[in-house]
């Protein structure tokens, strides 16, 4: 049987087992009930409810019953919410949202097969490979098909967080630049007269050298905040098609898919996520400050 293990932070310090599971170690809500009925939910050695308060200092581990280390890829996919009808995920960088030829490796569909045997992976909001933060999975083509159709109205909020280099003149606006394929590119896009309607509204949380800046979509145009933040002469940091590569985030660039906000496809519920900066993007702009934000 294979364990996993997860010693608890100070920044940890007094929350519930259960949201150190799902939150921090990235397990799934089946894999987390399986545990659970198994015993195999452990603080510093001794059985617990997934109520248990825990301190810094502290090991949570879970003992995962039969073979659902090898079947469940939940370890590896940090589920934030499910239910019958979605799910929401908090997707790591780099990392490729979909299969494909010219991915045919490690993707999240290729991780999220074992939570859903069977089922087609049903993306709604995709997110570039070097972007992180949360996606909307349906789990049945009905689901799919709504948030779909919500995808790009009022009903559907999506809101990124981003390091830029240097910052826009003004603390808040909204960028309004049609884009388009550039020529004889097949994925860089470009700012243009004749693109396609684009709008991303933004506001600026903190300036430096680099900065952070919130950024919420109007339209949904492949690359747009990518395309509309290197625009203005504040590339996002470490874009390698817009800007510049940077070591200090090998494989993907400083951009999170932060907040979401939508209408359950099923209930007619609000329902809205948020998901804080990763560690690494926050060092870039918190040298040894990595909490809060």
């Avoid at 329902?271 to 040298?287: D, I, N, T």
């Amino acid at each position: 049987m294979k364990t996993l293990r997860h010693v608890v932070s100070m920044e940890e310090n007094g929350r519930l087992v259960k949201n150190i599971v799902r939150g921090r170690m990235g397990v799934s809500h089946r894999l987390f009930s399986q545990v659970k009925f198994s015993g195999g939910l452990l603080l510093d050695g001794e059985r617990v409810f997934a109520t248990a308060v825990v301190r810094a200092g502290q090991t949570v581990e879970l003992i995962l019953p039969g073979d659902a280390a090898d079947t469940d890829a939940a370890g590896s996919v940090n589920i934030v919410y499910e239910d019958d009808d979605i799910f929401i995920v908090n997707k790591q960088a780099p990392l490729p949202c979909q299969s494909s030829e010219r991915q045919p490796g490690d993707t999240l569909e290729a991780r999220m097969k074992p939570l859903m045997p069977g089922a087609v992976f049903r993306p709604v909001n995709r997110l570039d490979k070097g972007t992180s933060g949360l996606m909307l999975v349906a789990r049945h083509a009905h689901a799919q098909d709504v948030m779909q159709r919500r995808l790009h109205t009022e009903d559907f909020v999506r809101e990124y967080r981003a390091i830029v280099i240097g910052a826009p003149e003004e603390d808040c606006g909204i960028i309004d630049a049609p884009i388009r394929k550039a020529d004889g590119a097949t994925i860089r896009r470009e700012v243009a007269p004749d693109g396609k309607p684009s709008r991303t509204h933004y506001q600026v949380e903190k300036r430096g050298e680099l900065s952070i800046v919130r950024l919420r979509l109007e339209t949904g145009r492949t690359h747009q905040i990518r395309v509309h933040m290197a625009h203005m002469g504040c590339p996002v940091f470490g874009d390698f098609l817009y800007g510049a590569e940077d070591e200090r985030l090998p494989g993907r660039f400083a951009l999170h898919s932060a907040y979401i906000s939508f209408f359950h496809p099923e209930t007619g519920e609000r329902m809205e996520f948020s998901a804080p900066l990763p560690e690494e993007l926050l060092r870039l702009v918190q040298p040894g400050e990595t909490n809060g934000m």
